[in-house]
């Protein structure tokens, strides 16, 4: 029974959806809540911080601004500790998750969706066997290295010469990127979570696969061999490599490593390949040391925009009192 002073609750559509996985339960989960109409913001951060995952979404019908642009619906990105204003898995699950439930795009090339970075034109990434999603990645700010960054090097257990590379990107969230010596470096940290929350920084580390690591390369086939044992490499895009050519992870203090993370491939996608250290098409791995296998891939159009997809599969459909 609700209070004289509590808004009435009633049955929602829900959904939780894993995306970058075509494997349920090995890529970066996400709730989301199909019908937000009525939700205030403090029902929705609640609800976000009752679920605990990395992020909840929040469906609503666009702005009229954002319908006279284009926009198909709106979305509203919570944290178990604030709102974002764009994050990469949950564009891509929140657009599954829309269609899925009988969305029906106004443009035939795009699904346009609105949230608070602007607008994110998204695509399907059809294949002979499955269908998959990908977001084009929103406008970059690179920002001041911040001073604290020799005591983030220690933080993470890393010495300066295992850091061949740094940039602070904005592009909603703020990134600290780090491009690592060796795949075997990415694989290996074990950081201090408290230091790194003192610090106030959200840290993606990432290192390049190179033929001659041969180590890396043993790691690599183990997961290639177990993703095709899986199913999770069947039906990939033909224009996409086969293997990974990035390795990622990242640190969200206080306390959480996120599994698979769209905003931060996102960055370095754009990053690395204008440094010229990386080179389109690829794909990038993530979540190994938390037991997911996210796969990511990121590609140039013939304009100049780059897109991040993967796949995204329904895990759990039905409905939530909210």
Not at 141 to 159: F, K, N
Not at 244 to 262: C, N, Y
Request: a negative charge; one cysteine or more.
């Amino acid at each position: 029974m609700t209070s004289a002073t509590s808004p009435a609750l009633r049955q929602r559509p829900f959904m939780t959806v894993d995306v970058f996985t075509a494997v349920p339960y090995r890529g970066a989960p996400l709730a989301v809540v199909l019908d937000a109409e009525g939700l205030s913001d403090a029902q929705m951060q609640d609800f976000a911080s009752w679920t605990q995952l990395s992020e909840t979404t929040f469906l609503l019908p666009p702005t009229p601004a954002g319908r006279a642009q284009g926009a198909d619906y709106r979305v509203r990105i919570f944290t178990p500790m604030g709102e974002l204003p764009f994050a990469g898995h949950p564009t891509l699950g929140s657009c599954h998750a829309w269609l899925a439930h009988g969305g029906t795009p106004q443009s035939e090339a795009f699904i346009v969706q609105e949230c608070a970075k602007g607008l994110i034109a998204i695509r399907r990434t059809h294949t002979s066997t499955r269908s998959g999603l990908a977001f084009a990645a929103p406008s970059l700010q690179a920002l001041p290295l911040p001073a604290s960054l020799p005591h983030i090097y220690t933080a993470l257990g890393l010495e300066p010469a295992q850091v061949l590379d740094a940039a602070l990107l904005d592009n909603g969230p703020q990134w600290l990127c780090l491009l690592l010596d060796s795949t075997d470096t990415v694989l290996s940290l074990q950081p201090d979570m408290a230091r790194l929350h003192a610090l106030g920084c959200k840290i993606g580390v990432a290192a390049l696969y190179r033929e001659d690591d041969a180590t890396p390369l043993i790691g690599r086939a183990c997961r290639e061999a177990e993703a095709f044992s899986t199913g999770l490499r069947a039906g990939l895009d033909s224009s996409l490599p086969q293997q990974a050519q990035l390795e990622v992870r990242a640190f969200i203090p206080p306390s959480v490593e996120d599994p698979v993370t769209g905003s931060l491939n996102a960055c370095l996608g754009q990053w690395l390949t204008a440094q010229g250290r990386l080179q389109t098409p690829y794909m990038a791995n993530q979540g190994a040391c938390l037991g997911r296998d996210g796969w990511i891939s990121v590609q140039h159009d013939d304009e100049g925009q780059l897109w991040v997809g993967g796949d995204v599969v329904s895990c759990v459909q039905g409905s939530v009192l909210l």
